[in-house]
């Protein structure tokens, strides 16, 4: 039977074969744990070949743990993080953000997913005030929930507004390989080049299994970040299988290619979907998701076909995903399928 794909999540894709095969391949012998081992070596050195020599890196089960302990690196609980009101740090961690660091999460309204010095000067207030959480942190996913991309100068604003006033700038990288080859820059140009002080970088969505890191550009926060990582339950004692997975990615570009495929079907579905009469496409895509209104009554029908996750009820707002592992075919079945569904 053909393997079904849908378009919810790239969560939802499997292993890329590189990845699985470089998990294979670290299952040898025994090695110690807890990072000693060779595969955590020769993984933390590619890492630092893309970002600098200089950074600490630290290896995470998940996305959710990754901000959140990145988060609490950099505050103490009365400080307060600035992010997007769609921000999933703010949506999606269950509060884990907040459990963890103590602080207050400040959402803003966006209607892209995208902070700007703007937005976030609203929130910039109360500095010094006895009564008031103070503003340590501007959060910004990239690429973006909403599908978009922060374009470098963006990010450079928002850094320097940040350390202008002794804050600091995180990134959740969750889709940062996407955002990269988006903006066509190295994964480096993309982050710290741009200012970004802590990065929450993704490999799960890039073809992984289970593999994300917390990396530090400034040595000051990583101090105390291995009692961190344990207490907040992080520490892989298996981590060459992690690593092996970072290995596999940063080799022959595995990473690039991943997000260039998945980016490339998400372009070739809002081209499909664009022919589609009532459907309006809400944000640019320029990342691997497209954001779609859809008539309401379709949404069901869809979806007895192919799962997805409808982003906003009240606007009938749909969020269809590509991975890495999208085919040109599944694009063009799944784009029939959804013209027929609305003009029926
Ligand atoms: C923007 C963003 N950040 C972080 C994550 C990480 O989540 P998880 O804890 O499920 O790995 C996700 C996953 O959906 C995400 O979309």
């Known amino acids: 039977m053909k393997p079904t794909r849908s378009f919810a999540s790239d969560n939802n894709a499997g292993i890329h074969p590189k990845v699985l095969e470089a998990i294979a391949a670290a299952n040898q012998g025994h090695v110690v744990g807890y990072g000693d081992d060779p595969y955590t070596g020769a993984a933390v050195d590619k890492f630092k070949q893309h970002f600098g020599s200089d950074i600490d890196v630290f290896i995470a089960f998940n996305g959710t743990a990754a901000n959140c302990l990145g988060l609490k690196a950099l505050t103490e609980s009365y400080h307060a993080v600035i992010c997007a009101e769609g921000a999933h740090i703010y949506t999606d961690e269950c509060g884990a953000p907040e459990k963890f660091t103590g602080c207050k999460l400040i959402p803003i309204a966006t209607t892209d997913g995208k902070l700007t010095m703007e937005s976030v000067s609203h929130a910039y207030h109360g500095i010094g005030d006895q009564h008031h959480v103070q503003p340590r942190v501007i959060s910004i996913t990239q690429a973006t929930e909403m599908g978009t991309v922060y374009k470098p100068k963006e990010i450079r604003d928002l850094a320097r507004f940040a350390h202008q006033r002794s804050m600091f700038l995180h990134m959740d990288g969750a889709r940062i390989a996407n955002a990269a080859v988006s903006l066509g820059l190295t994964l480096r140009e993309a982050t710290r080049d741009l200012g970004v002080d802590v990065l929450s970088f993704g490999g799960t969505k890039n073809g992984a299994m289970g593999a994300e890191a917390v990396i530090f550009f400034h040595k000051e926060f990583s101090r105390d970040f291995l009692y961190v990582r344990k207490q907040g339950m992080q520490l892989a004692s298996k981590m060459r299988f992690i690593c092996a997975q970072f290995d596999a990615l940063f080799t022959d570009d595995l990473w690039r290619k991943n997000a260039e495929h998945s980016n490339?079907?998400?372009?070739?579905?809002?081209?499909?979907?664009?022919?589609?009469?009532?459907?309006?496409?809400?944000?640019?895509?320029?990342?691997?998701?497209?954001?779609?209104?859809?008539?309401?009554?379709?949404?069901?029908?869809?979806?007895?076909?192919?799962?997805?996750?409808?982003?906003?009820?009240?606007?009938?707002?749909?969020?269809?995903?590509?991975?890495?592992?999208?085919?040109?075919?599944?694009?063009?079945?799944?784009?029939?399928?959804?013209?027929?569904?609305?003009?029926?």
Do not use: H
């Open 264 to 344: 490339e079907m998400a372009a070739m579905l809002e081209k499909e979907i664009r022919k589609v009469p009532n459907i309006k496409i809400v944000c640019p895509v320029e990342a691997n998701g497209v954001f779609a209104e859809i008539p309401r009554q379709a949404i069901a029908k869809l979806q007895k076909r192919y799962f997805f996750y409808v982003w906003s009820e009240e606007q009938s707002l749909v969020r269809w995903m590509c991975s890495f592992d999208t085919t040109e075919e599944d694009v063009k079945e799944f784009a029939s399928f959804v013209r027929r569904t609305v003009t029926e």
